[in-house]
């Protein structure tokens, strides 16, 4: 075939590697370009490993190129949330009614190393690094790169941006008027930190998600293989109260000490690595259309990126491809329909989730040490146990299930009905209990 017989796939991260692994598999030449060097020779960017938290969605699509097992032999899964308080012992709050079903903690390097081989093993993948799209022509499917060596052009007969939610795909289709975007950015931001092993194995229980949560911050600490822990804090960005406010080290551990005291004896290189770790930036992308002409197309991030609160950004990215790779089953490989098909089928669902990671940063932040949420949840796995399989926790649904996002939703609506029914009834039992106590008082 010939270049521009090729389906150019603008982005060499997890979405794009699984990407090209997936049209490959299906027997398209795919070029896979990407604006970095090729990450297996280089080093990673101080402060932007942040692990994924991989669950049921991912693990399908892994399954479905067999990456899973591979994939999985250095993932460690991750059973509960361990809430840290500002004093008194952790507490550990189980993320299903049997305890059994985990979110598995995954490095992003690993995880992108391991697709971007696998893509680059499959014949009819060729892969193109250090190149910068500058330029895109959505009619005809010519794209301009900047590389080391100048600039470069080529065609393809279908263009699909994975290049994340700075997306310059999108960029280039914004500039042509073919869509609009709004970005939606918090005021809070992110900067990573490391509980390094002590004495060779892990400070913290690495079956856990780890949460201080601080009402206005949160910390959230990560297991990794080499036994360490990738520590990610949440703060606003200005104010008296934030990133901003901490400058010199003695106010940096002055600050630790203060709201997150079992942290600063764990973390000897804490005032270096906040010092110097980058602060990154935390916001919803929306974006329509994903698609024009059935021509040039977006997935994951590049249409749809969200908050990280959810450990959905991956796993939603990936289940794209797998609903693309649906669409190209029902419409014969007609990318003029398979396209528009595929945004029809998904952009209802990375709105959920979009929605839905918003509010869990509440949830994590606010509301997971408070003892009525924990009442709550203690009612959820009660109902769980009583109900198998007809009431299913939110998060159980997101995590280990592939049910739509939106599903999810309307479904959840309905259960906390349910829930609030089963609460108001409880509330009427009692209040009679207590009422015929006090008559046979008031009476003897």
């Not at 600063?264 to 992308?285: K, Q, S």
């Not at 959810?310 to 003029?336: H, I, K, M, P």
């Amino acid at each position: 075939m010939s270049e521009r017989d090729e389906i150019a796939v603008v982005g060499a991260g997890l979405a794009g590697c699984l990407l090209a692994c997936f049209l490959a598999r299906r027997g398209y030449p795919v070029a896979l370009y990407e604006r970095r060097p090729d990450p297996r020779t280089g080093q990673v960017e101080r402060g932007r490993s942040i692990n994924l938290a991989l669950s049921e969605r991912g693990l399908d699509a892994l399954r479905r190129i067999g990456l899973a097992d591979q994939v999985m032999a250095d993932a460690l899964p991750m059973r509960g949330r361990m809430i840290h308080p500002v004093a008194g012992e952790p507490q550990f709050q189980p993320y299903s009614v049997a305890g059994d079903r985990a979110i598995n903690s995954i490095s992003r390097g690993a995880l992108n190393n391991a697709l971007l081989t696998a893509a680059e093993a499959l014949p009819g993948v060729r892969i193109a690094f250090d190149h910068r799209l500058v330029g895109l022509d959505p009619a005809g499917g010519e794209m301009t790169f900047k590389t080391p060596q100048g600039k470069v052009t080529a065609t393809a007969s279908v263009v699909l941006g994975a290049d994340g939610a700075g997306s310059a795909v999108r960029g280039q289709l914004l500039g042509y008027g073919v869509l609009d975007e709004s970005l939606d950015f918090l005021d809070y931001g992110y900067k990573e930190l490391t509980i390094p092993p002590v004495g060779g194995e892990f400070a913290l229980d690495p079956a856990a998600l780890h949460i201080w949560p601080r009402g206005t911050s949160m910390m959230i600490a990560l297991p990794n293989p080499d036994r360490s822990f990738t520590c990610t804090l949440f703060w606003p960005t200005h104010g008296t109260a934030s990133f901003a406010s901490l400058g010199s080290p003695a106010a940096i551990e002055r600050h630790f000490a203060t709201h997150y005291p079992d942290l600063l004896p764990l973390a000897p290189n804490l005032v270096d690595d906040y010092r110097h770790n980058p602060i990154g930036v935390l916001g919803t992308v929306r974006c329509a259309p994903w698609q024009v002409d059935g021509r040039v197309g977006l997935i994951g991030d590049a249409a749809h990126a969200i908050v990280p609160f959810y450990g959905q950004g991956a796993n939603c990215a990936f289940e794209d491809v797998v609903e693309l790779d649906r669409c190209l089953d029902d419409t014969g490989d007609d990318w003029s329909a398979a396209l528009p098909l595929y945004q029809r089928r998904r952009q209802e669902n990375a709105e959920a989730i979009a929605r839905m990671a918003l509010a869990n940063f509440v949830e994590m932040r606010d509301r997971v040490a408070s003892p009525v949420f924990q009442a709550r949840k203690r009612i959820e796995h009660a109902l769980e146990r009583a109900l198998p399989g007809r009431y299913v926790s939110q998060y159980e649904l997101v995590s280990f299930s592939t049910t739509p996002y939106a599903e999810v939703r309307r479904r959840v609506r309905r259960q906390y009905r349910v829930l609030a029914a089963v609460a108001a009834g409880t509330a009427a039992v009692l209040a009679g209990a207590v009422g015929a106590a006090t008559g046979r008082g008031r009476r003897g």
